[in-house]
T-cell receptor, first 115, second 110 residues
C-alpha cells in the first residue's frame, strides 16, 4: 500500500515564485491535512479538509491556499513564496475524526527552501 | 484552545536505560491523546493512543496512561534500544484537528 504520497520530495524556489505541493492518499480516508514542521516549533496545521468539498484554515494559513480536488487528493499552493515559508511540509489523512481516536497517516514530507 | 506541552530535549541515553518523556495537556471536554514517532527522513507514524481517562496505550515496549486528574500522558519505556532514536511528539484531539507538542529528539547510544 502506498498510503500518503507527496510530491515533490525537495524543492528550491526564489522569493516570489509560486508552486503547488501535491498529496494523494489511497486509503479512502475522509479527512486530509497540511502541516509544516519547523525546528523548535513542532508541527503546525496550515489547512485541513474534513471531507470532500470542504476546507478550513488551521493555525498558520497565511500565504497558502488549498484545493481538495477529490476524495484522494489535497494540494497546497504557495502563490508568492517567501523565505519564511522555508520548511518541511507534511500531508496527512485520517479515516474518522481524530477526536474519536482515529490516527493520522503521514506522507514522507516535502522539503522546501525559499531563497 | 487545546494545547500540548512536552519535554523538548534533546535527550541522549545509553542502551537499556529507562525513558520517560513528559506530556501535559490543556483541553476542554475529553480529548483523545496520541504519541507519534518520527524517524530520520520520514513522516510521523502513530506509536500509541488512548481515547478515555485511565486508558493505557502500548506498542513496541512503549506505554502511556491517560491521566485526567493530572492532565498528563507521559511516555515510558523500560529499556531503550539504539533503534528507538527518533523524535517523539505528543498530540491531542478534541475534534477534527490534531494539535502537536514541539517534539523531543531522543538519541540512544550503544
Amino acid at each position: 500500500n502506498a498510503g500518503v504520497t507527496q510530491t515533490p520530495k525537495f524543492q528550491v524556489l526564489k522569493t516570489g515564485q509560486s508552486m503547488t505541493l501535491q498529496c494523494a492518499q489511497d486509503m479512502n480516508h475522509n479527512s486530509m491535512y497540511w502541516y509544516r514542521q519547523d525546528p523548535g516549533m513542532g508541527l503546525r496545521l496550515i489547512y485541513y479538509s474534513a471531507s470532500e468539498g470542504t476546507t478550513d484554515k488551521g493555525e498558520v494559513p497565511n500565504g497558502y491556499n488549498v484545493s481538495r480536488l477529490n476524495k484522494r487528493e489535497f494540494s497546497l499552493r504557495l502563490e508568492s513564496a517567501a523565505p519564511s515559508q522555508t520548511s518541511v511540509y507534511f500531508c496527512a489523512s485520517s479515516d474518522l475524526n481524530p477526536g474519536l481516536g482515529s490516527p493520522l497517516h503521514f506522507g514522507n514530507g516535502t522539503r522546501l527552501t525559499v531563497t | 484552545g487545546n494545547s500540548v506541552t512536552q519535554m523538548e530535549g534533546p535527550v541522549t541515553l545509553s542502551e537499556e536505560a529507562f525513558l520517560t518523556i513528559n506530556c501535559t495537556y490543556t483541553a476542554t471536554g475529553y480529548p483523545s491523546l496520541f504519541w507519534y514517532v518520527q524517524y530520520p527522513g520520514e513522516g510521523l507514524q502513530l506509536l500509541l493512543k488512548a481515547t478515555k481517562a485511565d486508558d493505557k496505550g502500548s506498542n513496541k515496549g512503549f506505554e502511556a496512561t491517560y491521566r485526567k486528574e493530572t492532565t498528563s500522558f507521559h511516555l515510558e519505556k523500560g529499556s531503550v534500544q539504539v533503534s528507538d532514536s527518533a523524535v517523539y511528539f505528543c498530540a491531542l484531539s478534541g475534534s477534527e484537528k490534531l494539535v502537536f507538542g514541539k517534539g523531543m529528539k531522543l538519541t540512544v547510544n550503544p
